[in-house]
């Protein structure tokens, strides 16, 4: 059994309401959940992904408003990439980007791709990467109610890089436990550094890869705002999910068991240079409470939180977004 490719990134924000102009104004993503992270719910967790919320297309964000500064450093998610559809759109953006005094890079290739490097307000660093008809991990489809145009818009993530001061272990892990197979490696961009191995898994291409960075010369890193919390890897189906709970405890990796979270099922492990990830089931998704047109303009809970509803708004801080 294969895992299908990358399913959702999940990171922090020091605040909700500019994470939310980021990401769908000038990024001109959906949030397609606004809902609250069960496992502390006087925080808000917002989903922004394609046109219908597609599994492989969403990017997270935790709303912890005292959250400090990241000091980038290893065992660390480093950087988030998201798909677009050409190198013509890379062109695009990174005239958008200079209109809007968003920090970028120039467009540069990483792994055979063409690439452009950016940040938002917090220091979230992101990479759009161009698909260029690529083959692999469909994507997802652009959002049209932005002013993006449909041709550019962001279509779903791309590869994940991790940062960690030994390789091997990481490699371990995703080859031998979940399946990965290598898929080639590229130079460094930051210097006199190890190239950076390339792990697929799949049907391959933009949506399904993990990219590994070796830095032995980096402190581990301190997170924060705009830092990443987890990855999570597509499980096609509830069947396939019962053998990957299996085998993660044959593993004797320490690990969460199974965890309902409602939109899918989840699975939760630190690998061995203590990376959080997460293996998330497809099924049901996002539309089973809301309404393909309407998701992501309510509060929603799951069954299990909905009998707290009243206790859980009173908690949250007001958040005042535009699409209310």
């Known amino acids: 059994m294969k895992l299908l490719g990358l399913h959702h990134v999940s990171l922090i924000t020091g605040k909700a309401e500019k994470n939310y102009q980021f990401f769908t104004k000038v990024l001109g993503m959906r949030l397609v959940k ?58 695009y953006w990174k005239e958008r980007f200079s209109q809007h005094s968003i920090t970028h890079e120039e467009i540069v290739k990483r792994a055979g791709r063409d690439t452009l490097a950016f940040q938002d307000y917090e220091g979230t660093r992101l990479i759009l990467v161009a698909d260029n008809g690529e ?22 993530l791309g590869p994940v890089t991790l940062t960690v001061a030994d390789a091997e272990p990481t490699v371990r892990v995703l080859t031998e436990l979940l399946g990965f197979r290598e898929a080639g490696s590229y130079p460094s ?24 960075e070796t830095r032995p010369d980096l402190p581990r890193e301190r997170p924060g705002r705009g830092s990443v919390h987890h990855v999570a890897f597509r499980v096609p189906t509830i069947e396939e999910y019962d053998y990957w709970a299996k085998r993660l405890e044959e593993s004797g990796l320490p690990n969460s068991g199974k965890v309902e979270r409602y939109y899918f099922k989840a699975l939760y492990f630190r690998e061995l240079n203590h990376i959080l990830f997460e293996l998330s089931t497809d099924e049901p998704g996002f539309d089973v409470d809301e309404p393909i047109e309407s998701l992501g303009e309510r509060l929603a809970l799951p069954p299990f939180l909905e009998p707290r509803r009243n206790e859980i708004e009173a908690s949250l801080r007001p958040l005042e977004l535009e699409s209310e």
């Not at 489809?141 to 041709?151: A, G, H, R, T």
């Not at 006199?192 to 391959?204: L, N, R, S």
């Open 34 to 91: 606004k809902t609250v992270n069960q496992d502390n719910t006087q925080s808000y967790h917002l989903f922004y992904g394609d046109a219908k919320g597609s599994p492989g297309t969403e990017i997270t964000f935790f709303d912890i408003p005292n959250a400090g500064r990241t000091y980038p450093g290893v065992s660390s998610i480093s950087s988030t990439s998201l798909r677009v559809k050409s190198t013509e759109s890379l062109h």
């Open 135 to 156: 083959e692999g991990v469909v994507p997802g489809e652009p959002w049209n109610q932005s002013d993006i145009p449909v041709e550019h818009g962001i279509v779903g």
């Open 189 to 212: 961009l930051a210097g006199d550094f190890p190239d950076i191995k390339v792990f697929a898994t799949g049907e391959g291409g933009a949506g399904a890869e993990v990219h590994i």
